[in-house]
């Protein structure tokens, strides 16, 4: 019996059996002019993670040699260019994949074009927040009314599966819980952009901005495994069990592992009751 998994993808109840060439066929696509959309990916899901893990290591060698060699403080943030650039391969990525969404229907052109929109906010947050980011303040007056749209557009579209389709509701809810945990590091960022507070929060406390920068750059790495899971999925390559572990669960683990290091090497709350009480940083710069 098939049925529409979450987000519009087809797949099946049972579990699929695919060779790795079957796979590769399904992936390797010829609608994907000069297979773009691939090699930006896979390009992206590697320095991504490297990147990343290059950050965890930081913060591992700091934490167990602190006070010792000389090391007291941690630099503010490092590899920035090679971040920069794997940004812009992941926009090459998510942009790429939106016309090859209409080719298996209107809700797949839908996923497509809503990921890429929250992908949008996330790059646009980070760079702002790194060096450079001046030249892209001319969003700031509006910066709510862009950080909040693919949070509204995810509701309505939870909504919607929830109520009016057949698919995989533990996955759709378990979708619908993240985007909005996303808010978490999304909604601080634009409240300090919002009060143009961007230089009194480098004056107060400038770690915070790269712990921010840490956590924007690691949720665009999660939203690209997960959309890469679901198009898997949709391939019949993986199953609704193996998407939901393999490219929501874990993966989630992973970045608040990262987060969990950043917050204690670089200290950006005096303690847990700062980040409450501040509402995640605006009320740094009060």
């Known amino acids: 019996m098939e049925r529409e998994s979450t987000d519009g993808d087809d ?37 991504g993670a490297g990147i990343l893990s290059y950050w965890a290591k930081q913060d591992l060698y700091f934490l167990m040699n602190r006070g010792t ?21 992941a926009e090459v990525c998510a942009i790429s994949g939106v016309p090859l969404g209409r080719l298996r229907g209107w ?19 980070c760079l702002r927040l790194g060096p450079g980011g001046d030249l892209l303040a001319g969003i700031d007056s509006n910066v709510w009314a862009f950080s909040l749209s693919p949070f509204i557009w995810q ?21 619908a819980g993240g985007a909005w945990l996303f808010g978490a590091q999304v909604f601080p ?4 952009l919002q009060e143009t507070g961007l230089q009194v929060l480098q004056q107060v406390r400038p770690q915070l901005i790269t712990v921010w920068v840490h956590s924007l750059f690691g949720l665009v790495w ?15 390559i993986i199953d609704d069990d193996d998407y939901r572990r393999w490219y929501l669960l874990r993966p989630s683990v992973f970045w608040i592992v990262l987060f969990a ?11 847990i009751g700062e980040y409450f009480t501040t509402l995640g940083g605006v009320g740094l710069i009060k």
Do not use: C, M
């Not at 960022?189 to 300090?192: D, E, F, K, Q, S």
């Open 69 to 89: 060699e000389g090391i007291t403080h941690l630099d503010t943030l490092t590899l920035w260019p090679l971040a920069v650039f794997s940004l812009a391969v």
């Open 11 to 47: 797949t099946t109840t049972d579990k699929p059996s695919v060779t790795p060439s079957q796979a590769f066929k399904r992936l390797w696509t010829a609608a994907d002019p000069w297979h773009v959309h691939a090699v930006s990916g896979g390009v992206f899901t590697v320095l």
């Open 189 to 192: 960022v634009a409240g300090v």
């Open 261 to 271: 290091l950043d917050t204690t090497a670089f200290a950006p709350w005096s303690s």
């Open 107 to 125: 809700r797949k052109t839908e996923l497509s074009a809503r990921s890429t929109l929250f992908q949008l906010v996330l790059t646009w947050q």
């Open 155 to 175: 509701t309505l579209t939870s909504l919607y599966i929830l109520g009016f389709t057949k698919d995989d509701k533990r996955s759709s809810l378990l979708i």
């Open 222 to 236: 999660l939203l690209n495994w997960s959309t890469f899971g679901a198009s898997l999925r949709a391939r019949r």
